[in-house]
Each structure stands twice: as structure tokens, then as C-alpha cells.
């Protein structure tokens, strides 16, 4: 079945609550383990069910929020999704109370049931309106952002699109396309502070309904956490700090000396040459035939995968008006479609479209064929290192995409990925600060991201009357929308970066073990997946002094 041939028609919840209530008093009658397996193998299908479409409904909102009967739609699951959230919780309840839990955990893994714990330390009724206000505030942030329709150079741009002229090699370019942005969230920014610290309010409240000090406890509960705490993450934040930044601020003062500038503007700090950064051959009509192409020469496997990707219209890729920034990857588990969403904008990000997100849309298609949804989808850091190692394995195809600007393209890509782990830090210990601190005003907040810069990205000169502000954040969606979130991405990059020295030596050793990494998709815990893979943990002291010496051997030898 093709994307475009779904059928959507919304769920009947209250028919949906029954069920579940049904399959709960099932399960809490069962006489035996099998009784509570077949539950199980039930509650998979109604759980599968209301995902695809809360996912299909949110795909369609975000390719065109002005979209009158969607938008709807997407209050609607805004609100029903606690409710839903409930029922699966009160199921959840019942199975960890069985009598039968050894059976269980034999049939199911000890995971499971882990994970179902931790998922009952994030949900109390007392919440569901408070989450309900929490959906209704990001699908706020999210349309504002999708609202930007800002003149350029004889354009009307989005703000995905304003991104190349962001990273022009006319510096004047780059400082008036940012400056066009800036206006963008000053002219917004009572309603971006309002919005801010509405969700943070009520995170906090939540919290505190469910006897957590902060939201700090219940935001780690949330991301399914499973295997490391805050204080891990501290001290991996700490290491950043003393193994990463040097090696950053050594790859920033040779770019600078590139570009003939005596300091970097944070308006300079995405053009990594004089003469530009390498920019995709292709039209955008032709970039999925060569993804095509890139997948085949991969392997057997990747080549299966991109041929249903394609043949079943599961990209969106061209950025236009009404269209949500950014990109991301979901799941359609009635259809066991990934699908990809993105914009286009003619810079090296609509290769990554190709490579990280289509790393997510691997792993779900490799995983497509397994029952229990929970053990389906890795915790996200894990499906982070899924898309970030696939950015690096697609390295032997750029020339496809760049011609002879390939091997730049390579060596940019490579910086920006070592140089994003300060900044990922610096959106993580920021978020920290916030929740432990929910009384800041909005300038005091702008104020402890203004302090951050100082800390994480000492390299960048910021000033003017915006972006000089510590209005930043405002920009980076999952600081909004997903709470904690960011530091996934870092963890993940040191595990790809990993991956990549790995390939320098051993390209097939390396393919294979990332292969089986996706394939365990969540039966593992991220820190075994990793070290089941061959790599370093990276909680261990010495593992990212060991990423920097790679890439210093690589981009400054």
C-alpha cells in the first residue's frame, strides 16, 4: 500500500477505552500465563492500532499545518492521547502485578517488564489535563514556528529555507538572512516566553503531583531512561568539556583561519569555506533516485529497504508554506510503514534526509516484523545512533550527491559532528537548569543560556539586540516539545563516531555490527546495545579523549 491510498477515519476512543478495560479485567482473571500472553498479543494490536493513527494524523498536520480538517484532527489527538495513555498504563499495571511474572519475563524478556515500570513512574489521572495542556502548548509552538513567511532577497521564505542563506559564503548574506530570523522570534518573542513557561509550570506540577522534587525524576521516566541518571549524564557533560572542546576549538580557529577571519560571529560558525559549503548536484526531483542509488550500492538489505521507502511515497521532502521546520522519522505500525518527513532546502541537510533519517526508517523497517511494539523501538538515544552511524556508512557514496566536492563535504560533516557535542551539552544542562530553577523569570532564562555559550561554545562571539539576547533556545524545538531529549543525540554521536574510526580500519566488520545493532531494535538496553556492538560505553572515562584523538588524526594532521 502506497502513503497517499491510507484511508483515515478517527478512532472511536470511547469503543478504544473499553477494550482495554476489557483486556485489563482479562488479564487480572487469567488462571494462567497463556491467557495473559494471548492479553498481550491483544493489547499489541489496539496499541498498534491508535499509534498509527496518532502518528498519521500528525504526519499530515505537519506537512500543512494551515490545513482546516487536519489541524482538528490534531487537537483531537491531543486530547484523547492521556486518556488512551491511561488504559494502557492500568493494563501495564496488572501485568507487572501477575502471578505469572516469571513465566512472563521468560516469554517476554526482563526488559519488558522493566520498561513497563518506568513507564508507570510517569503517569498519575491527576495529570491528564495537565498533559493535555502540555500537547495543545507545543502543537502551539510548533504552527508559530510553521506560521514564518519572511521576505529575502526577493523571496518569501520558511525558516528551513532561510538555512542556506544562513550558510552563504557572502558574509553579508549570512548576517542578514540571520538578522531576517531574528526579527522573526523577537517579533514572537512575548508569545515564545509565554508559551515556554506555561510548559514549564506545568511540567513541574506534574512532577509534583506524582512526589518528584522537580520534573527533572519524571522527564528521565518519560524518555524511558533505563540504564543511567542525571548524574551520569553530568559527568558525561563534564567530559564534553575537558575531552571534546579542545579538539572543537582547534577545528573553529582553523575554519576561521579559512575563512581570513580573525574570530567567528555565531553568523559564521555553519560556513565551513570561503568559496561555500559543498551543496547537493541534484535537483531536488533527482535526490531520492540517488538515495536509491546509494542504497544499492550499500547492501541487499539497505537496497529492500529504500525500494519500499520509495515505491510507497513514504518521503516528504520539499519544504513549502504551511509546512512544520524541520525533519523527523515515524512509525505507521498497521502498515509497518517508516516514513520521513523533511525540508528541502538545497544545503547538505537534505543529504542527511537521505542518511540520518533514513538511518531511523532502516531500523523500523528491519524491526517491522516484531509483535510487542515496545521492544520494537529502541529507547531514543539507541534509535539516535541508528541515524547518526548511517550518516558515516554513506560517506563511500557522497560523490554521488556532491561530484567532486565530495571529499569536502566528508571533512565538513565530520566537523560539524564532533562540534555538535558541546552545543547538544549545552541544550541538556540548560534544561536542567531550567526544571531545577521553574521560578526563573523569562530573561533570567535568557540569561543562563547566554551564560552556557560561555561555557560550551566559547569559540562564537554573540551580540546585537537578539541572538545577543540568549534567545537562541528559542530555536531548538525539542527544548519546547521534548524535554530532555537533546542529550540523546550526543550520546549517540560519541557511538557513530566510534563507528566511523571503526570503518577507516574495517569498513565490513563495521556494517555488520551496526547491522546487528539494529536489528536487537529495543530488546536491549542502550549501554549493552553499544557494548554488545563492539563500542566503548560512552559514560566510560577515556572514551571521548579517544573520539578526539580520531578526528584530530583525521581533519588536523
Known sequence: MKFSEIKYQRPDMDALLSEYDALTGKVKSASSAEEQLFCVKQHEKLLSRFMTDSSYVYIRHSVDTRDAFFEKEQEFMDEVQPLFEEKVQDFYKALLASPFRPELEKALGNLFFLNMEIANKTFTPENIPLMQEEARLTTEYSKLLASASIPFDGETVNLTQLRKYEESQDRNVRIRAHAAEAEFYKAHEAELDRIFDQLVKLRTQMAKNMGYENFIELGYYRMRRNCYDAKMVAVYREQVVKDILPTVRKLKALQAKRNGLDELMYYDNNCFYPEGNPKPKAGFDEMLELGRRMYHEMSPETAAFIDYMIDNELFDPIAKAGKQPGGY?????????????????????????????????????????????????????????????????????????????????????????????????????????????????????????????????????????????????????????????????????????????????????????????????????????????????????????????????????
Open 329 to 557: 522519522c515515524t512509525y505507521l505500525p498497521d502498515y509497518k510503514m517508516p516514513f520521513i518527513f523533511s525540508n528541502f532546502n538545497g544545503t547538505s541537510a537534505d543529504v542527511d534526509v537521505l542518511t540520518h533519517e533514513a538511518g531511523h526508517a532502516y531500523q523500523a523497517y528491519r524491526a517491522r516484523d516484531m509483535e510487542i511494539q515496545e521492544l520494537a523501538q529502541a529507547t531514543l538515544e539507541a534509535c539516535e545512533v541508528h541515524s547518526m552511524s548511517m550518516e558515516f556508512f554513506c560517506y563511500p557514496y557522497l560523490e554521488l550527491f556532491y561530484g567532486d566536492d565530495a571529499a569536502r563535504a566528508r571533512e565538513a560533516h565530520l566537523t560539524d559532528a564532533v562540534s555538535f557535542l558541546p552545543y547538544g551539552c549545552m541544550v541538556d544542562e540548560f534544561q536542567h537548569i531550567i526544571y531545577e530553577n521553574p521560578g526563573l523569570t523569562p530573561d533570567e532564562r535568557k540569561a543562563e543560556w547566554a551564560k552556557l555559550e560561555q561555557k560550551y561554545r566559547p569559540f562564537l562571539k554573540f551580540e546585537g539586540p537578539y541572538w545577543g539576547e540568549g534567545m537562541w533556545f528559542m530555536r531548538q524545538g525539542h527544548i519546547y516539545k521534548d524535554p530532555f531529549y537533546y542529550i540523546d543525540y550526543c550520546l549517540a554521536q560519541t557511538a557513530a563516531l566510534q563507528f566511523w574510526a571503526w570503518a577507516q580500519k574495517d569498513r565490513d566488520a563495521a556494517f555488520s555490527a551496526y547491522n546487528a545493532l539494529v536489528e536487537k531494535a529495543g530488546t536491549e538496553t542502550f549501554v549493552d546495545l553499544v557494548t554488545g556492538a563492539g563500542l566503548k560505553n560512552p559514560f566510560t572515562e577515556g572514551c571521548l579523549e579517544d573520539v578526539a584523538k580520531e578526528v584530530e588524526k583525521a581533519l588536523l594532521q
